[in-house]
């Protein structure tokens, strides 16, 4: 029951900002790392960012002073500011989740979300 509703993708141009949101849907007990992963045409997946429960964050290189990921635990969320968007930057991007279904469990694989388009035009 547990999905990743995904939302915030479009077409700008470069330079532009855009905000990506995921959200958390359905019955668990505790949201762990969220991560940030996306994929161009032709290439293979790559990850973009991560930010842990403890709210460590982490960036690919080439989005770091571009990019902010942020988590709101009360709206079992995470967020992709992207800024300075760069034509680059067009991908799929997908959210994606661990999380501790009921109190007793440990930690379960990730959950993904459907991803949204991101394109950005010179």
């Known amino acids: 029951q547990v999905q990743l509703v995904q939302s915030g993708g479009g077409m700008v141009r470069a330079g532009e900002s855009l905000r990506l949101s995921c959200v958390a849907t359905?019955?668990?007990?505790?949201?762990?790392?969220w991560g940030w992963y996306r994929e161009a045409p032709g290439k293979q997946r790559e990850l973009v960012a991560t930010?842990?429960?403890?709210?460590?964050?982490k960036y690919q290189e080439s989005v770091k002073g571009r990019f902010t990921i942020s988590r709101d635990n009360a709206e079992k969320s995470t967020y992709l500011q992207m800024h300075s968007l760069k034509p680059e930057d067009t991908a799929v991007y997908y959210c994606?989740?661990?999380?501790?279904?009921?109190?007793?469990?440990?930690?379960?694989?990730?959950?993904w979300g459907r991803g949204t388009q991101v394109t950005v035009s010179p």
């Open positions: 994606t989740v661990n999380l501790i279904q009921r109190e007793s469990d440990s930690w379960t694989d990730d959950y």
């Open positions: 359905g019955t668990f007990f505790s949201i762990g790392d």
């Open positions: 930010i842990s429960v403890g709210e460590e964050v």
